[in-house]
């Protein structure tokens, strides 16, 4: 949005942003949801703290923004050190005025200084008063990244829950956990982990074949798509489903049982994705030293598994992704519990959650409908919902 840091150019950048924001609302005007963006800041960057501020009015609505943070701005903030906001576009006359200059080593150019923990303390603050910006630790990421030997990652999709390179795509699908329960509720209540892994192997196959048939605006986003066939299978309706197994959400028990329902569709998602290279071949950026070594995900997969990923190669580069699923557990899966999280509320109000045939100004109650009655009767007496801090 313009690299020279003057104050006109910081008005171009926000009147960019806004640009785009006002795009999604068109976007939203041709049908049911609203257009979304993810804008992301490296921490170092001179302009982190009106990026910080930037939602403070209102403004950007349909932007979710986050703060890339390096190991480098951890640590200073753990140490309580300084941090460098740098960037390689030459500073103007006031900020070379107010002491602004030239590293020698990187050629870089440094603003100005601030204390890290400073910094950090209004992305918390900013994070408390209204939910953002979020913060994506970028050098993790890339050391957890599958294909960290041919791409670097800097961005999200606007929900975050899977970092992308330029013109990648989410093809995600998330698997509703509380049809999975046998006995709900009762003594003898069971995950049904045979069934799951099922679904989950099916699943892995349909996100695969989305990449084939879906139509792509542009040719650097099909190119991207086929070279990597990035898909990202996850699940919602977990707090539910803790629930109706008689766990509560912040127990050891109900951390073991969220460890080995993952584990499962971990497992079942690489098992298909190599049966499907040896149907239709691997993705062509597959190479089996790179993907295997390192500090990848990859790296840490069981071993049984990477001699067959070795053996015979694997469909997708990336394979998945636990989305906060806010829309889809309401609109697809009777308003079970979202993604991951415990239930915020047993019922609450919710603005206009369908736009296409209503008023902007109608509300809609919102109660659980994964769980009767009895069952949030039940749930109410022994598990209490986490309310914000």
């Not at 840490?300 to 989305?323: C, E, T, V, Y």
């Amino acid at each position: 949005m313009g690299w020279q840091h003057t104050k006109q150019c910081v008005r171009s950048r926000k009147l960019y942003a806004c640009f785009l924001t006002a795009l999604a609302e068109t976007v939203e005007s041709a049908g049911a949801r609203r257009g979304a963006q993810m804008g992301v800041l490296r921490c170092d960057h001179p302009d982190i703290e009106e990026f910080i501020h930037a939602k403070d009015k209102g403004d950007l609505k349909n932007f979710n923004i986050s703060v890339g943070v390096s190991d480098a701005f951890m640590e200073a903030v753990r140490q309580d050190g300084e941090f460098a906001l740098i960037h390689r576009a030459e500073p103007g006359v006031s900020q070379k005025s107010a002491g602004a200059y030239q590293a020698k080593d990187t050629g870089l150019w440094v603003y100005r200084k601030l204390q890290a923990r400073d910094l950090w303390d209004q992305i918390m603050q900013s994070t408390y008063d209204h939910a953002e910006p979020g913060v994506l630790f970028l050098d993790h990421i890339n050391r957890d990244n599958n294909l960290s030997y041919c791409e670097t990652i800097a961005s999200t999709n606007p929900c975050a829950e899977q970092p992308l390179p330029p013109y990648g795509c989410c093809c995600l699908g998330s698997i509703d956990l509380t049809r999975f329960i046998t006995n709900p509720f009762e003594s003898n209540a069971e995950f049904d982990h045979a069934a799951f892994a099922e679904v989950a192997r099916v699943a892995t196959r349909m996100l695969d074949n989305v990449l084939d048939v879906t139509v792509w605006p542009l040719p650097q986003q099909q190119e991207e798509a086929r070279n990597k066939r990035r898909v990202g299978l996850g699940f919602t309706g977990l707090g539910d489903t803790l629930v109706m197994l008689n766990l509560r959400y912040d127990s050891q028990e109900a951390r073991d049982m969220a460890r080995r329902i993952s584990e499962v569709m971990r497992d079942t998602a690489y098992e298909a994705s190599i049966e499907l290279a040896r149907e239709r071949g691997a993705f062509p950026l597959f190479n089996a030293d790179l993907y295997l070594s390192g500090q990848t995900f990859a790296s840490r997969l069981p071993s049984a598994l990477k001699d067959r990923i070795r053996a015979h190669g694997l469909r997708n580069s990336h394979l998945l992704s636990i989305a906060p699923t806010g829309t889809i557990s309401l609109a697809f899966a009777d308003n079970a519990s979202n993604g991951i999280e415990p239930a915020f509320s047993w019922s609450y109000t919710r603005k206009n959650a369908w736009r296409m045939a209503v008023s902007r100004n109608m509300r809609w109650k919102i109660t659980p409908g994964a769980c009767t009655a009895t069952c949030v009767a039940k749930m109410r007496r022994s598990h209490r919902p986490l309310s914000p801090r």
